[in-house]
């Protein structure tokens, strides 16, 4: 609806492959409801994704003996973590949806985006004990993973050789996610678009135009282990 | 035991942390026994962990839609990935274990180790279709994940709210490991070391020495979903 704001974090090389078509039909669609939307292009910014001294400004709070998750909750409480950082939690603060958009790597996400949530996610900003879960810091927004995978349908079935593709959702939608506040609505995954033919992919962006549509009337999943291992 | 080989691949910034004494416990023991022991220092390495064109040294075999995987497998096959990566590739295959240490970050490994295993396990040298799971390409060898969380024992309880921390396993030992055919040892787990006394930690070094001394006896994990979720 107007005046929503979109965050679509997007991890992927090549602007021509499939991952760049779902995030530019997003913009898309998205655009069209009337929402605001912003795309954080991991590759094209060339994102750091090493958790570095480099991420706060100025001194250490502890040059003894580096501490990354003390140093940049530190940093952020005075206001000196590196400007890119900065950059993307501002991005955050304002969104009220997050979309993830990558190829799945190793049952999870690329590391390039991992290290968008190592370094992002900073505790003061994200989360900060105990305000995790349903009372992180990132409540009253809405996070959804969309992406696509090597393996089939069939392979990520219960059951199947790579087991349910949710199993490996939890640590990225409950782990980082719920963690910090955040509702998770329903993963949208494309399995094997290498293996399936033009037209089949063709219908895998319509369909994800077609979903986000009436994407603000739906309703988040229920984060807990019954979704994911039951 | 004499003549084994053992690869460690690390990642934490800090010498003087709990994961570097570990590290440096490890290397000890091992080398007591006989072992031969190198380790990827992936911070002090400032190791690279986006998956890029710069993979690749000199022509795409397809420079119309980069897709990293088929780059970087056929890369792999006419012997032109990149330095780094070739150099890692040689210690993962003369490894007869390789153990993995780090803070967990996000209920997974920081974004530097997920980019050693995005670049370094390329198709056709640690999997290749229908190379895969039990017939993965690194077959016999062992893996174990060793590392620390921010977490304690309890959040990761089944039934805690972090949920049971084998079930942010799955990805790692499974999806990865398992996935190249390697063998997986039960985890090291030192859990909140930062909420507890030096006293504990100095206890927490002695059991992974100990451990270490039996290693070679241990018999890998099951790793089905069943050893996961259950």
């Given amino acids: 609806p107007p005046g929503r704001k979109v965050l679509i974090v997007y991890a992927h090389q090549e602007p021509k492959s499939l991952n760049g078509s779902l995030k530019r039909v997003a913009v898309e669609e998205l655009s069209k409801q009337g929402c605001s939307v912003t795309v954080s292009d991991l590759y094209a910014m060339q994102f750091e994704p090493r958790a570095t001294r480099n991420d706060v400004v100025g001194c250490l709070y502890n040059s003894e003996e580096f501490d990354y ?77 969309s992406f696509t995978t090597g393996g089939s349908r069939e392979m990520y079935a219960k059951g199947g050789i790579s087991g349910d593709i949710r199993y490996l959702l939890w640590p990225m939608q409950h782990g980082i996610m719920h963690f910090c506040g955040v509702k998770v609505l329903a993963p949208h995954i494309c399995f094997a678009p290498e293996y399936v033919s033009e037209e089949k992919r063709k219908e895998m962006l319509t369909a994800w135009a077609q979903r986000l549509k009436t994407l603000w009337k739906e309703e988040p999943i229920n984060c807990s282990p019954e979704w994911y291992f039951k």
């Fill in 69 to 145: 998750g003390v140093e940049t909750w530190e940093a952020y409480k005075r206001g000196s973590l590196s400007n890119d950082l900065i950059e993307e939690q501002k991005k955050v603060q304002e969104a009220d949806l997050l979309i993830f958009q990558f190829p799945l790597y190793w049952f999870s996400m690329p590391a390039i985006m991992k290290g968008w949530m190592d370094r992002v996610l900073v505790q003061g900003f994200a989360h900060d004990f105990p305000n995790c879960y349903d009372s992180g810091l990132l409540k009253n927004k809405l996070a959804l993973f």
